[in-house]
């Protein structure tokens, strides 16, 4: 609390980011869903191809080669296509473009009760009301719970996060159906993992309310660049337009935009490290079942994983930490009982098990 800081700066709680070690420290880092795979080698060679001296100059403010690299990707048009500063800028101006503020009483921006923590942040720091809504059994998202119910929009997490479950398409096409006055948001940070799930940018053309969110930081392993995207109406891509431009026009610097155009436009190397991602993933879940975890069936590139008793999720996280190998673990009501382990390389994975198998036996004999 600071007399210097206004009140909504007292008041809000900030999002808090998983730890990131040191530079140079040695961890086995599966704690914030990172890509464990160097990013596509073509973003190695559009950097040595770089002119410094163009840094001089502004960047293209709609990240103009992103933007056709990414509709290209994504099989859609240049003018569906927002680019911004990672997606979580992307999801914070969805936040200002289209939901109302919370003085309107009925109209809440209704989101899982279990999803993306920085939903709710941004709801209090835009001041748009936001109402949770429960899971169902298993961390299932059940769409009947986002149709009849009044709201200024909807916002999913598909795979959800931490849960790791994928929502099937038709259920989101009931949402969309059934709320044509609300602007419905799909993050789909994680769809690149989920493997029988076809995106929702599917749907785009056939629903105006729709934006789809994605990232540049999980499969294409860019998180240190800051780059996402939205995919929507043309509509809906000029409201961003018009709030970016009253906040930062020019957010993907120069350097941002040669290298993630580039790895979007390697589509082998995109299929080919998701795809080892998913198989290693499978194998661990399939380990971690053998050793007594239980889990929802997951779509993304981690696991959400219950240690088997007498072992507590909060001491295994603090075990491996002080082993160097880092998870995630939240200490709240609903998820306190389960650990977000990230699919790191196989070689980092077969480690993480071997600590995990040591750690059971140690809490059987203690
Ligand atoms: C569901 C979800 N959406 C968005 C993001 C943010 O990604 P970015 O690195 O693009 O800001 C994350 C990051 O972990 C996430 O889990």
């Given at each position: 609390m600071s007399n210097y800081w206004n009140k909504k700066i007292n008041s809000i709680e900030p999002y808090v980011a998983g730890e990131q070690p040191a530079e140079g420290v040695r961890v086995i880092k599966l704690n914030t869903n990172e890509n464990p795979y160097p990013p596509s080698p073509a973003c190695q060679k559009a950097l040595e191809g770089f002119d410094i001296a163009s840094l001089r100059l502004y960047p293209n403010t709609d990240a103009m080669a992103?933007?056709?690299?990414?509709?290209?990707?994504?099989?859609?048009?240049?003018?569906?296509?927002?680019?911004g500063n990672g997606s979580d800028e992307v999801l914070a101006l969805v936040w200002q473009t289209y939901w109302e503020k919370e003085y309107d009483q009925d109209k809440a921006v209704l989101v899982p009760e279990i999803s993306y923590s920085f939903y709710p942040?941004?709801?209090d720091f835009y001041s748009v009301?936001?109402?949770?809504?429960?899971?169902?059994?298993?961390?299932?998202?059940?769409?009947?719970?986002?149709?009849?119910?009044?709201?200024?929009?909807?916002?999913?997490?598909?795979p959800n996060a931490p849960?790791?479950?994928?929502?099937?398409?038709?259920?989101?096409?009931k949402i969309?159906?059934?709320?044509?006055?609300?602007?419905?948001?799909?993050?789909?940070?994680?769809?690149?993992?989920?493997?029988?799930?076809?995106?929702?940018?599917?749907?785009?053309?056939k629903y105006k309310n729709?934006?789809?969110?994605?990232?540049?930081?999980?499969?294409?392993?860019?998180?240190?660049?800051?780059?996402?995207?939205?995919?929507?109406?043309?509509e809906l891509i000029e409201g961003l337009l018009r709030a970016r431009d009253s906040f930062n026009s020019y957010p993907v610097d120069r350097l941002a935009q040669v290298i993630a155009a580039a790895a979007l436009d390697d589509r082998s190397y995109y299929e080919e490290t998701r795809k080892k991602i998913i198989a290693t993933r499978k194998r661990i879940a399939e380990e971690l079942k053998t050793l007594g975890f239980t889990m929802p069936e997951s779509g993304a590139n981690f696991l959400f994983a219950k240690p088997p008793v007498p072992l507590k999720a909060e001491t295994l996280y603090k075990?491996?930490?002080?082993?160097?190998?880092?998870?995630?673990?939240?200490?709240?009501?609903?998820?306190?009982?389960?650990?977000?382990?990230?699919?790191?390389?196989?070689?980092?994975?077969?480690?993480?098990?071997?600590?995990?198998?040591?750690?059971?036996?140690?809490?059987?004999?203690?």
């Open positions: 992103i933007k056709e690299a990414a509709a290209r990707a994504e099989g859609v048009a240049p003018e569906n296509i927002f680019v942040v941004y709801s009301r936001c109402r949770k809504v429960p899971l169902r059994d298993g961390f299932a998202i059940d769409a009947a719970d986002y149709i009849g119910v009044p709201n200024c929009g909807i916002a999913i997490a598909n849960t790791s479950r994928v929502m099937p398409l038709e259920d989101i096409e969309l159906k059934a709320n044509p006055d609300s602007v419905v948001m799909i993050d789909e940070a994680y769809q690149a993992f989920a493997e029988d799930y076809v995106s929702a940018v599917s749907l785009i053309g729709l934006i789809v969110v994605k990232t540049m930081s999980k499969a294409y392993s860019l998180a240190g660049l800051r780059v996402g995207y939205a995919i929507g109406d043309k075990n491996l930490k002080a082993k160097g190998i880092l998870v995630r673990y939240f200490n709240k009501p609903l998820i306190g009982d389960y650990l977000r382990i990230t699919i790191g390389t196989d070689d980092e994975m077969d480690e993480f098990i071997r600590n995990v198998r040591e750690e059971i036996d140690n809490a059987k004999n203690s």
